[in-house]
């Protein structure tokens, strides 16, 4: 009678498996991550629902693919003229003492620290600012009643270049709005730029320094 050889089953290896599996939940991992990293800034202003308000769709900011962000709702001739660190002007109808005002007969440049109108890394305007936005307004209307106005933002050289950029244009388009909605300016006026950690005032090495780099200038021109 002939002998049946059966022959032992081969152990299946589990370890390619526990391969494939560690792989994906690595590349979930560098996904996730990805996406993490290139989330733009939150507007949680109640008076600007959108980082860009040019009817066209928001700009996403990225270290490597721009430089300074903006609405261009109005021409971009004469903007690059303005020297934002001109003499500083007193105007009698500026009272705030967190104003500073700089310029020549031919443009005015506002400027507002963080500390005024934000908390930090929030593009919400704070109540408390009201005041001396009013001030700015009315400033505005007096000496400038029908000139383009253009709004820079700026922050410190704390975390990404494409962070920095997305709250700059955020704080930018939260003061534009108040104009709008309360400075009774028209909006056809308006205009913004960010420029993020650019242009700083200071040493960003000193948390002095980067408060004086965390504002919004309000530059206005005379119309023609």
């Known amino acids: 009678m002939a002998e049946l050889q059966v022959e032992p089953r081969k152990k299946t290896s589990l370890f390619p498996w526990l391969l494939l599996i560690l792989g994906l939940i690595a590349l979930g991992i560098f996904l996730a991550r990805r996406h993490r990293g290139t989330e733009g800034v939150a507007v949680n202003s109640d008076t600007s629902g959108a980082i860009a308000s040019t009817g066209s769709a928001a700009v996403a900011a990225t270290d490597s693919n721009v430089s300074h962000l903006s609405t261009p709702t109005i021409?971009?001739?004469?903007?690059?003229?303005?020297?934002?660190?001109?003499?500083?002007?007193?105007?009698?109808?500026?009272?705030?003492?967190d104003i500073a005002v700089r310029g020549?007969?031919?443009?005015?440049?506002?400027?507002?620290?963080?500390?005024?109108?934000?908390?930090?890394?929030?593009?919400?305007?704070?109540?408390?600012?009201?005041?001396?936005?009013?001030?700015?307004?009315?400033?505005?209307?007096?000496?400038?009643?029908?000139?383009?106005?253009?709004?820079?933002?700026?922050?410190?050289?704390?975390?990404?270049?494409?962070?920095?950029?997305?709250?700059?244009?955020?704080?930018?388009?939260?003061?534009?709005?108040?104009?709008?909605?309360?400075?009774?300016?028209?909006?056809?006026?308006?205009?913004?730029?960010?420029?993020?950690?650019?242009?700083?005032?200071?040493?960003?090495?000193?948390?002095?320094?980067?408060?004086k780099n965390r504002r919004v200038q309000i530059v206005v021109r005379k119309g023609a």
Do not use: C, M
């Open 75 to 97: 021409g971009d001739e004469g903007w690059s003229d303005i020297n934002r660190n001109a003499p500083g002007l007193a105007y009698g109808e500026i009272h705030g003492k």
């Open 104 to 211: 020549t007969d031919n443009y005015a440049v506002y400027d507002l620290g963080e500390d005024v109108l934000f908390d930090h890394d929030k593009s919400a305007i704070r109540s408390g600012a009201a005041a001396n936005l009013k001030e700015v307004a009315a400033s505005i209307s007096q000496r400038f009643d029908k000139g383009p106005i253009r709004l820079y933002g700026f922050t410190d050289a704390q975390g990404s270049k494409a962070f920095n950029l997305q709250l700059a244009q955020a704080r930018a388009e939260a003061v534009k709005q108040w104009l709008i909605s309360n400075g009774k300016i028209a909006a056809e006026r308006l205009s913004v730029e960010a420029k993020g950690e650019a242009g700083p005032k200071a040493s960003n090495d000193s948390e002095q320094g980067r408060q």
